[in-house]
């Protein structure tokens, strides 16, 4: 089992990246894909995450109308659109799991994504953005 996170670099403040989570092993069908960042010094943010309906999506405050998640089953992966893309949103960014949809519909309820119930997650890909 295994998720592999792709598609980070480096781009100018203003620029666009679409990061991509590509399932090894396992179904997506049935699970929620959460996306996640860590930039240097700072706790791990939960910014969005995706259910196994595309219609049923999160988005943190600091990522809503720049970034869009999306889902391709037959290719077993999940997208993280990203645009407008500022220095601040310079991180480690992961994709992680959920089987139960229990995060997602804290979410949407809190406001809050949190990894604590996530089963599987990727190694991470960079990404920076210049100003």
């Known amino acids: 089992v295994q998720l592999q996170a792709s598609g980070g670099g480096l781009v100018q403040a203003g620029g666009s990246l679409r990061l991509s989570c590509a399932a090894s092993?396992?179904?997506?069908?049935?699970?929620?894909i959460g996306w996640f960042r860590q930039a240097p010094g700072k706790q791990r943010e939960g910014i969005s995450c995706?259910?196994?309906?595309?219609?049923?999506?999160y988005y943190a405050d600091s990522v809503e109308g720049r970034f869009t998640v999306s889902r391709d089953n037959a290719k077993n992966t999940v997208y993280l659109q990203m645009n407008s893309l500022k220095p601040e949103d310079t991180a480690v960014y992961y994709c992680?799991?959920?089987?139960?949809?229990?995060?997602?519909?804290?979410?949407?309820?809190?406001?809050?994504?949190?990894?604590?119930?996530?089963?599987?997650w990727g190694q991470g890909t960079v990404v920076t953005v210049s100003s």
């Open positions: 995706i259910g196994s309906s595309d219609a049923n999506t």
């Open positions: 092993g396992f179904s997506m069908d049935y699970y929620s």
């Open positions: 992680a799991a959920e089987r139960t949809g229990a995060a997602l519909f804290s979410a949407q309820a809190m406001g809050v994504l949190v990894g604590d119930t996530f089963d599987y």
